[in-house]
Nanobody
Framework: QVQLVESGGGSVQAGGSLRLSCEAS??????MGWFRQAPGKEREFVAVINWTGSNTNCADSVKGRFTISRDNGKNTVYLQMNSLKPEDTAVYYCARSMRGLSAEIDAYNVWGQGTQVTVSS
C-alpha cells in the first residue's frame, strides 16, 4: 500500500511563499492532487497533476499563485505557493487520484496525514 507523507508547511506572512512536498513510499503511476481544509470548512480541491507531469488543473482561487509539479524519480509531488493570503490558511493534504485530473474528493483513494499552513496578515 502506497503511503504519502507531506512536509514543508509552516507559518508565513501574507505575500510570502512556501513549497510543500509529498513523498510517496512507492511508485506514483497516478495523477496526484493537493487538497486543503480550513477549520470549520469542508476539504477542498487545490490542484492536480497527471502522472507524466504534462497536464495540470487547479482551483480558481489559487490560479496564478500556486503551481503543482512532480519528480517521479524522487516519488515526490510539490506545491509551490506564492503570494499567500490569510484565506490560504489550512491543513494541506496530498492524495492519489484514481480518476485522472478529477477535482472530486471521492476520486482519491490514498491520503497523506496533512501539513499545516498558516498565513498571517
Amino acid at each position: 500500500q502506497v503511503q504519502l507523507v507531506e512536509s514543508g508547511g509552516g507559518s508565513v506572512q501574507a505575500g510570502g511563499s512556501l513549497r510543500l512536498s509529498c513523498e510517496a513510499s512507492g511508485g506514483m503511476f497516478y495523477a496526484m492532487g493537493w487538497f486543503r481544509q480550513a477549520p470549520g470548512k469542508e476539504r477542498e480541491f487545490v490542484a492536480v497533476i497527471n502522472w507524466t507531469g504534462s497536464n495540470t488543473n487547479c482551483a480558481d482561487s489559487v490560479k496564478g499563485r500556486f503551481t503543482i509539479s512532480r519528480d517521479n524519480g524522487k516519488n515526490t509531488v510539490y506545491l509551490q505557493m506564492n503570494s499567500l493570503k490569510p484565506e490560504d490558511t489550512a491543513v494541506y493534504y496530498c492524495a492519489r487520484s484514481m480518476r485522472g485530473l478529477s477535482a472530486e474528493i471521492d476520486a482519491y483513494n490514498v491520503w497523506g496525514q496533512g501539513t499545516q499552513v498558516t498565513v498571517s496578515s
